[in-house]
C-alpha cells in the first residue's frame, strides 16, 4: 500500500503565491521521479513540473517561469511553489510518484487524489 497525501491548496488572488505538498508512505523502497500535473474543468490533465530523484526537473511550458519545484528524499516529500498565479491556473493538482515497492522489482505509478487550487481574478 502507498499513500499519497497532498496538501497546500486553496483560493489566493490574481499574483499570489502557494505552496503544494506531497508526502509518500507505505511499501516503497525507492522512488524516482515526483512531480505535479493538473487538471482544469473540460481540459485534459497536464503536467505541471516533475523532479528526479536525482534533481533532474521538468516543467510545463505554461509554468516554467512561475513555478519551482523540489524535494526531500529523506522524508518522500515534493514540494510546488507556485508565484504569480494567474486565473487560467484554476485546477485540481495532483500528485504523482514513480516508485519500486519493497516487494517488487518492478516500477509503478501511482496518483494522490488532488487538491483544488483556485485563483481568483
Known amino acids: 500500500q502507498v499513500q499519497l497525501v497532498e496538501s497546500g491548496g486553496g483560493l489566493v488572488q490574481a499574483g499570489g503565491s502557494l505552496r503544494l505538498s506531497c508526502a509518500a508512505s507505505g511499501s516503497i523502497f525507492s522512488i524516482n521521479t515526483m512531480g505535479w500535473y493538473r487538471q482544469a474543468p473540460g481540459k485534459q490533465r497536464e503536467l505541471v513540473a516533475t523532479i528526479t530523484s536525482g534533481g533532474s526537473t521538468n516543467y510545463g511550458d505554461s509554468v516554467k517561469d512561475r513555478v519551482t519545484i523540489s524535494r526531500d528524499n529523506a522524508n518522500n516529500t515534493v514540494y510546488l511553489q507556485m508565484n504569480s498565479l494567474k486565473p487560467e491556473d484554476t485546477a485540481v493538482y495532483y500528485c504523482?510518484?514513480?516508485?519500486?515497492?519493497?516487494?517488487?522489482?518492478?516500477?509503478?505509478?501511482?496518483w494522490g487524489q488532488g487538491t483544488q487550487v483556485t485563483v481568483s481574478s
Open positions: 504523482k510518484i514513480t516508485y519500486r515497492s519493497s516487494y517488487s522489482s518492478y516500477w509503478y505509478g501511482y
